[in-house]
Nanobody, 117 residues
């Protein structure tokens, strides 16, 4: 059973930075992609960063240039570096991993990021 555990959320002022971490219970080499999603109150969950097994990354325009996704395979951990945070970045952030061979997408429990004015 794969477990993804996020940490690093919290309250930060606009313009500040946070780094989120997602620790996986097993090897992350099994995943085709890993990513970060967020869900703000009353809104749909959206992708904010994706990292492919080959190292390719994908970001929506709303966070491009401000957020950076990375991983440490030895530590089995995925990171999201968030800079120049805006109040509209306030949301619960979820770590996710896709194991395409089994057609399973795993989710963490989420970590809350609140950006104040």
């Amino acid at each position: 059973q794969v477990q993804l555990v996020e940490s690093g959320g919290g309250l930060v002022q606009a313009g500040g930075s946070l780094r989120l971490s997602c620790a996986a219970s097993g090897s992350i080499f099994r995943f085709n992609t890993m990513g970060w999603y967020r869900q703000a109150p009353g809104k749909q969950r959206e992708l904010v960063a994706e990292l492919g097994s080959s190292g390719t990354t994908k970001y929506p325009d709303s966070v491009k240039g401000r957020f950076a996704i990375s991983r440490d395979s030895a530590k089995k951990t995925l990171y999201l570096e968030m800079n120049s945070l805006k109040p509209e970045d306030t949301a619960v952030y979820y770590c996710s991993a896709l194991e395409r061979m089994l057609s399973i997408r795993y989710w963490g429990q989420g970590t809350l990021v609140t950006v104040s004015e």
